[in-house]
Nanobody, 129 residues
């Protein structure tokens, strides 16, 4: 069974930067991050397809967050710049082995948490104003 190990996160002031990383124990088709703020539903942030490097980045973080991949290390990175207080949440790395995730990304369909079956432990990101 594939496992994900996350690192990064922490606390930063508004306008600052943080980088998250997520390493998979085996090959997967898609990987990236969702986030969940207190009292809110889990939402997509950014996903990358490991074979083609296609990406999906949600509108609220476009231009501020960048997802990248080191395929040799099976590690994805989420560089978060110009952070805002509304980015405060627990960020969960997620991965999927079913190729349907690739189709979803190429069709620019927003990824849903129910479509991802491999999850990391989550890491807290707190942005203060």
């Amino acid at each position: 069974q594939v496992q994900l190990v996350e690192s990064g996160g922490g606390s930063v002031q508004a306008g600052g930067s943080l980088r998250l990383s997520c390493t998979a124990s085996a090959y997967i088709v898609c990987m990236g991050w969702f986030r969940q703020a207190p009292g809110k539903e889990r939402e997509e942030v950014a996903i990358i397809v490991t074979g083609s490097y296609d990406t999906y980045v949600t509108d609220s973080v476009k231009g501020r967050f960048n997802i990248s991949l080191d395929n040799y290390k099976k590690t994805a990175y989420l560089q978060m710049d110009s952070l805002k207080p509304e980015d405060t949440a627990v960020y969960y790395c997620a991965a999927e082995s079913d190729v349907r995730c690739l189709v979803q990304i190429r069709q620019k369909t927003p990824p849903q948490p129910r479509d991802y079956h491999i999850w990391g432990q989550g890491t807290q990101v707190t942005v203060s104003s």
